[in-house]
T-cell receptor, first 111, second 116 residues
Framework: SQKIEQNSEALNIQEGKTATLTCNYT??????LQWYRQDPGRGPVFLLL?????KEKRKERLKVTFDTTLKQSLFHITASQPADSATYLC??????????FGSGTRLQVQP | GAGVSQSPSNKVTEKGKDVELRCDPI?????LYWYRQSLGQGLEFLIY????????KSGLPSDRFSAERTGGSVSTLTIQRTQQEDSAVYLC??????????????FGPGTRLTVL
């Protein structure tokens, strides 16, 4: 079965820097990959989707890359702000409707 | 517009009791999903509905878990004879079928279930 690895340790960065989060998967390359943000006590909120034939996708200060050779996606937040502090989840298409989620990486942006 | 709503927001129950968790998806969303999230863990898929039918029940952890959806809208997740390991946050999500399997999922706030 597909395994997803996200760094379980929190990522602490200074305001204004670029945060980079990693999502690695172990088996087949999914048709697409999604990133979600989750705040404490709330459900995940969709941020970006990238398809297997896309190398990069951008949305405002967010950028996602998808490398099917490395079996990895990188999620970047440029000019980070304290309000970006949250847990970020990577989710993969499994060939069926439901997504397989990673356990997430907690980002803390220090003012 | 209204998002996905879930009720109750919190549920504390005693081991062995049955519980029902409710999900109201976004109007017009034909796909509905249930996940659960244990403390510090990722989301674990439970079941998916397309309309009122459940083509994928593979994530249900045991036969104590069941779910139904009526009228292509509201869904209920039932856990019978609850066990302490059932304690988790149960999340519901919905998506537009027209988006196919590429659609973003819209999540509710979850129901926090605690089994004593």
């Amino acid at each position: 079965s597909q395994k997803i690895e996200q760094n379980s340790e929190a990522l602490n960065i200074q305001e204004g820097k670029t945060a980079t989060l990693t999502c690695n998967y172990t088996n087949y390359s999914p048709a697409y990959l999604q990133w979600y943000r989750q705040d404490p006590g709330r459900g995940p909120v969709f941020l970006l989707l990238i398809r297997e034939n896309e190398k990069e996708k951008r949305k405002e200060r967010l950028k996602v890359t998808f490398d099917t050779t490395l079996k990895q996606s990188l999620f970047h937040i440029t000019a980070s702000q304290p309000a970006d502090s949250a847990t970020y989840l990577c989710a993969l298409d499994t060939g069926r409707r439901a997504l397989t989620f990673g356990s997430g990486t907690r980002l803390q942006v220090q003012p | 517009g209204a998002g996905v709503s879930q009720s109750p927001s919190n549920k504390v129950t005693e081991k062995g009791k049955d519980v029902e968790l409710r999900c109201d998806p976004i109007s017009g969303h034909t796909a509905l999903y249930w996940y659960r999230q244990s403390l510090g863990q990722g989301l674990e898929f439970l079941i998916y509905f397309q309309g009122n039918s459940a083509p994928d029940k593979s994530g249900l952890p045991s036969d104590r878990f069941s779910a139904e959806r009526t009228g292509g809208s509201v869904s209920t997740l039932t856990i019978q004879r609850t066990q302490q390991e059932d304690s988790a946050v149960y999340l519901c999500a919905s998506s537009l079928e027209s988006s196919g399997s590429y659609g973003e999922q819209f999540f509710g706030p979850g129901t926090r279930l605690t089994v004593l």
